[in-house]
């Protein structure tokens, strides 16, 4: 059984910086799609970056390309997100997700990730 363990919340000022943890156990061997999700108060929870172990490449989505990093600690079983210029909106619980590796990773949507973080909260306010 694969589990997840966010860590690296926190409250930022608008322009600020945070890296958060997303660390694995139970995986196994293999390759897997992992994600990083976020939802905001009253909204839907959408995809931030999705990582294919694989292939080694991110896709992003279109909010925080640019401002947003996905990496991975291997020896640690630890994939990372660093995001700078942080932006109110970008307040939200951040959810790590996992599946087992499928192509195209990043087409894989909300409902296609077997295994999920508890989340972390992200609060960007002045």
């Known amino acids: 059984q694969v589990q997840l363990v966010e860590s690296g919340g926190g409250s930022v000022q608008p322009g600020g910086s945070l890296r958060l943890s997303c660390a694995t156990s139970?995986?196994?061997?293999?390759?897997?799609?992992m994600a990083w999700f976020r939802q905001a108060p009253g909204k839907e929870r959408e995809g931030v970056a999705i990582f294919d172990t694989a292939a080694n490449s991110t896709f992003y989505a279109d909010a925080v390309k640019g401002r947003f990093t996905v990496s991975q600690e291997s020896a640690e079983n630890t994939m990372y997100l660093q995001m700078s210029s942080l932006k109110h909106e970008d307040t939200a619980t951040y959810y790590c997700?996992?599946?087992?590796?499928?192509?195209?990773?990043?087409?894989?949507?909300?409902?296609?990730?077997?295994?999920w973080g508890l989340g972390t909260e992200i609060t960007v306010s002045s």
């Open positions: 997700a996992a599946v087992r590796w499928r192509w195209p990773c990043f087409r894989l949507g909300n409902g296609d990730f077997d295994y």
């Open positions: 139970g995986s196994g061997r293999g390759h897997y799609c």
